[in-house]
């Protein structure tokens, strides 16, 4: 039994609260204390994921041009990035521990992604 059950159609569900909440909890959790950038990498991070996800070729998407693998392949690169950002950008303290914990949050829904059959 495969422990893959993220399906399209729950992913695009959990889209847009994403993007809303990379967008607030900057301001909410009081992002930026380390480095300035600790706080804009999210709010444009959650700009782009909702731009993102209104353009993929999903049931909620709204101009759907964007293949859905793409839409992963994007979520994917930003878990990575997310991750990695303390370290390169030199965020510390709740900056670090926040984009250390969305980045990975990210990657296990990429990683727990249930491809689609065609049946």
Same mark, same amino acid.
């Given at each position: ?27 909410? $959790? ?12 999210? %709010? !444009?991070?959650? *700009? /782009?994921?909702? =731009? #993102? ?12 041009? $964007? ?12 878990? %990575? !990035?997310?991750? *990695? /950002?303390?370290? =390169? #950008? ?30």
């Amino acid at each position: 039994m495969s422990m893959r059950f993220i399906t399209k159609d729950i992913h695009a569900y959990l889209d847009y609260p994403v993007a809303a909440g990379l967008i607030a909890m900057p301001l909410l $959790l009081g992002l930026g204390q380390s480095a300035p950038l600790a706080f804009w990498l999210s %709010v !444009v991070t959650g *700009i /782009a994921a909702l =731009v #993102l996800t209104l353009l993929t070729d999903h049931h909620l998407g709204v101009v759907r041009v $964007l293949p859905y693998k793409l839409h992963l392949a994007v979520d994917g690169a930003v878990g %990575v !990035v997310f991750v *990695i /950002a303390p370290f =390169v #950008l030199g965020f510390s303290g709740l900056d670090a521990l926040y984009y250390w914990v969305i980045g990975a949050t990210v990657l296990a829904v990429v990683g727990l992604h249930k491809e689609e059959t065609n049946a």
